[in-house]
């Protein structure tokens, strides 16, 4: 019977862990504040900004949360960053995305001060996570590894498969487990959906993280016994039992694939709940690396 890797749980002893770190820094006369820019309305990026913005007043930080309309200017956006990129009592920004089509992203996270990038996007920040050097990892990754951690999953010389090569999750988790460390020391293969049989690469992983928004991509036959299995994937599809209509899902086609795992991710209730965790996390570890 697969072990369940309860990203709630995880999360909700992780979140204790930094209110009493919060504590200690107030001691000091520290008051952490994560900034958070929300552009327009979309719904999805308004529960995600406020959870984020309960998860700070739960544990005590400071949370400024501005939202504009979305017919703010390219410009504008880059004077609110720049101003909390000089603004002493601010630890960490986040601009939420997607950001409307005419402002550029790319331009607008490069603004951000590397040292107050809690999202781990800069590419000074990107760059150090590829080096090995101390650096903010992007959430997911983080809450990846600290559940691997947690549940004591041993990488050192584990053969672990990336399905998925975003900037969000794929690239930033194959760099931190490469690395030549404690908890991690894997050897990393990144694949993706272009690959003319996925499941060459999937069968041989002792460790399989799927982050490709492909809902149930993974089947019981595309991987090994006693796979460990991460399942990044949120992807909502129809279900005519349920009242709203529809459920949520993960990549990997959890209830054929459980019976094969030594360990595995829910969705929701795995990974999802982690990511708040470590966005957390990195901003009071803004405070440390000042």
Known sequence: MAIIIDGKKVAAEIKNEL????????TRGIVPKLALLLVGS???SEVYVRNKHKFCIDIGIESLQVQ????????????????????????GILVQLPLPKHI??????LSINPMKDVDGFHPENVGRLVAGLPTYVPCTPLGIWELLKRYEIDLSGKHVVVVGRSNIVGKPIANLLVQKQPNAN????????????????????????AAVGVPELIKAKDVKDGVVVIDVGVNRINDSS???????VGDVAYEEVAPKASAITPV??????MTIAM????????????
């Open 242 to 248: 349920k009242e709203s209509g529809t459920r949520l």
């Open 268 to 273: 929701p209730g795995g990974v999802g709940p």
């Open 42 to 44: 979309d719904p999805a």
């Open 104 to 109: 550029n992203e790319t331009k607008v996270l």
């Open 68 to 91: 504009k309309d979305a017919s703010i200017t390219e410009d504008e956006v880059l004077a609110i960053v720049n101003e909390w990129n000089n603004d002493p009592t601010v630890s």
């Open 186 to 209: 894997a050897i990393v293969t990144i694949c993706h959906t272009a690959a003319p049989d996925l499941s060459h690469y999937t069968k041989d992983a002792d460790v399989l993280i």
């Open 19 to 26: 209110a009493a770190e919060v504590q200690v820094l107030k």
């Open 279 to 290: 966005l957390i996390k990195n901003t009071l570890q803004s405070i440390n690396r000042k």
